[in-house]
């Protein structure tokens, strides 16, 4: 068949981006991850206000979690260890994000003082 039919090969090896565009790329990237620890300590903060609510109670007293969108009657004692895992669970995905955080906040200063950015 004919030749132009095959993708051409420099295609393939298209340069980086301008440091402009990998700079902002990098910005808009803490941004979000700025925004979803937000997100995740507000739910935190929620399942610590609940755990604290619910540990001065007797464990065999009546409580409620919302599972998905249907409200199932548990006891304290079942509720409490899934409300803590969760809290720890939320504690080491906020952590993970604001590492990863700090290492893109050190890249996108590095780019900036390399190639006088801002």
Request: net charge neutral; with cysteine; glycine share 2%.
């Given at each position: 068949?004919?030749?132009?039919?095959?993708?051409?090969?420099?295609?393939?090896?298209?340069?980086?981006?301008?440091?402009?565009?990998?700079?902002?790329?990098?910005?808009?990237?803490?941004?979000?991850?700025?925004?979803?620890?937000?997100?995740?300590?507000?739910?935190?903060?929620?399942?610590?206000?609940?755990e604290d609510t619910l540990k001065p109670l007797d464990p065999s007293?009546?409580?409620?979690?919302?599972?998905?969108?249907?409200?199932?009657?548990?006891?304290?004692?079942?509720?409490?260890?899934?409300?803590?895992?969760?809290?720890?669970?939320?504690?080491?995905?906020?952590?993970?994000?604001?590492?990863?955080?700090?290492?893109?906040?050190?890249?996108?200063?590095?780019?900036?003082?390399?190639?006088?950015?801002?």
């Amino acid at each position: 068949m004919s030749a132009a039919a095959a993708p051409p090969a420099a295609a393939n090896n298209a340069p980086a981006a301008p440091p402009q565009i990998q700079y902002r790329d990098i910005m808009a990237e803490c941004q979000r991850l700025m925004q979803k620890i937000a997100e995740l300590e507000v739910d935190r903060n929620e399942h610590m206000l609940v755990e604290d609510t619910l540990k001065p109670l007797d464990p065999s007293r009546r409580a409620y979690r919302l599972v998905g969108e249907v409200l199932v009657e548990r006891s304290v004692s079942e509720v409490l260890p899934s409300v803590t895992a969760n809290k720890d669970n939320l504690n080491a995905t906020i952590a993970a994000l604001r590492q990863r955080l700090t290492i893109r906040q050190k890249e996108a200063a590095d780019l900036k003082a390399k190639y006088n950015l801002g």
